[in-house]
């Protein structure tokens, strides 16, 4: 049996989210139907996961859609699990109308892409939301303003960020404190074995000072992680796909790759494989709030939770053994 869930507080925050939760990139839409993610969304909640990440631009609002239908299926409470979703690219990009509505963090572009998640996703409210870049061209105040404004109405709990620097998160926090407006309380950046400055070293004061919270994407590497890539690109996998050719010479590091092979042996010695491994060693961070985990298959999602049985055996020892193959290869 898999050791119980646990569930941490989301940076200062009162809320509790899972230790492993479950995301919709790239997944929902082009590789899973709303059958399959009701029957991922299943496992995880049966697992204990109680947050499922989403954003307005994964499969320009489909992702949404996909998620909205999964749920309604479930019937689950609605204060039993957490959603999020995320704003920045917008999904009406094409004509020259739009030029307010795409790329950008302007007040008239977040106040209306919420409704247009709500409706998507078939909710009242969501429970998180996040800024999903930085938008140098609108000041700081007024998308904190926006946000904020957001969650008044009642159409989200919390905000935060995602991938924006430890000055333009301080800066929103302090913009916030000094107009007594809801502070973000959280980010969403990429944090994995070959991904760690910004969580370790950039945003290291901002835990104590202003009690950040984060909730990790890209645990495996979009799939690195697992082992799959040693020889080449597999069929079927995320590296296959034609939008997805841009990844593919990370995909298929060589150095990295190796490293991958070496740590297979260290997950075999604790009775586990690779990807939960990998999984484990971010869930071992106290910082971290919740690992986000991507499948595109149930089987994956299953092997993925067992990173729970691992976490507890990441000793120091092991923990060093895993910085020594990866450390020097990480960005
Ligand atoms: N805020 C942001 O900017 C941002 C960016 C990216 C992601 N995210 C969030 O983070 C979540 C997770 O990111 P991610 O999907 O990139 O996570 P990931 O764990 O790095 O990659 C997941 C992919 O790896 C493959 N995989 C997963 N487990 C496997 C296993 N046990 N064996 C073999 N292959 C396996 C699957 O792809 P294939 O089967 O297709 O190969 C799966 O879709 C996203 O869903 C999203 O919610 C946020």
């Not at 917008?90 to 007040?107: C, E, S, V, W």
């Not at 078939?122 to 007024?142: A, K, M, N």
Request: charged fraction near 20%; charge should be neutral; proline fraction near 4%.
């Amino acid at each position: 049996m898999e050791p119980a869930m646990q569930y941490r507080r989301l940076g200062r925050s009162g809320l509790q989210v899972s230790e492993l939760s479950l995301g919709s990139w790239i997944t929902y839409h082009n590789q899973v139907d709303t059958q399959a993610a009701t029957e991922m969304l299943a496992a995880a909640y049966d697992a204990g996961v109680n947050f499922f990440d989403n954003a307005e631009v994964y499969a320009l609002g489909k992702s949404e859609e996909v998620m909205g239908a999964a749920f309604k299926k479930l019937g689950w409470a609605r204060h039993r699990y957490i959603v999020s979703t995320k704003f920045f690219w917008g999904i009406d990009r094409d004509a020259a109308h739009t030029t307010n509505f795409k790329d950008t963090l302007n007040r008239k572009y977040l106040m209306q892409a919420i409704d247009g998640s709500l409706k998507r996703l078939q909710l009242d409210h969501v429970d998180l939301i996040y800024c999903h870049r930085p938008d140098p061209h609108t000041p700081i105040e007024e998308t904190v303003w926006a946000m904020s404004d957001i969650i008044r109405q009642g159409k989200a709990l919390y905000w935060g960020t995602s991938e924006w620097s430890a000055d333009e998160i301080r800066a929103a926090w302090a913009i916030a404190e000094r107009h007594h407006l809801h502070k973000p309380v959280m980010e969403q950046p990429q944090y994995n074995l070959f991904h760690r400055k910004r969580v370790e070293q950039e945003y290291a004061r901002l835990y104590e000072d202003i009690g950040l919270g984060l909730t990790t994407w890209s645990p495996l590497a979009s799939g690195l992680l697992t082992g799959k890539y040693k020889s080449g690109i597999p069929e079927g996998s995320r590296g296959a796909m034609e939008n997805m050719a841009w990844m593919r010479d990370q995909l298929q590091d060589p150095a990295r790759n190796k490293a991958v092979g070496e740590l297979e042996g260290i997950a075999a010695e604790l009775g586990g494989n690779v990807a939960q491994l990998a999984i484990a060693w971010i869930n071992s961070n106290p910082r971290v709030s919740t690992v986000i985990l991507g499948a595109s298959k149930l089987a994956q999602l299953q092997d993925n939770l067992g990173a729970l049985a691992l976490t507890p055996k990441l000793t120091p020892e092991v923990l060093a053994r895993i910085d020594a193959l990866c450390k020097p290869l990480a960005a």
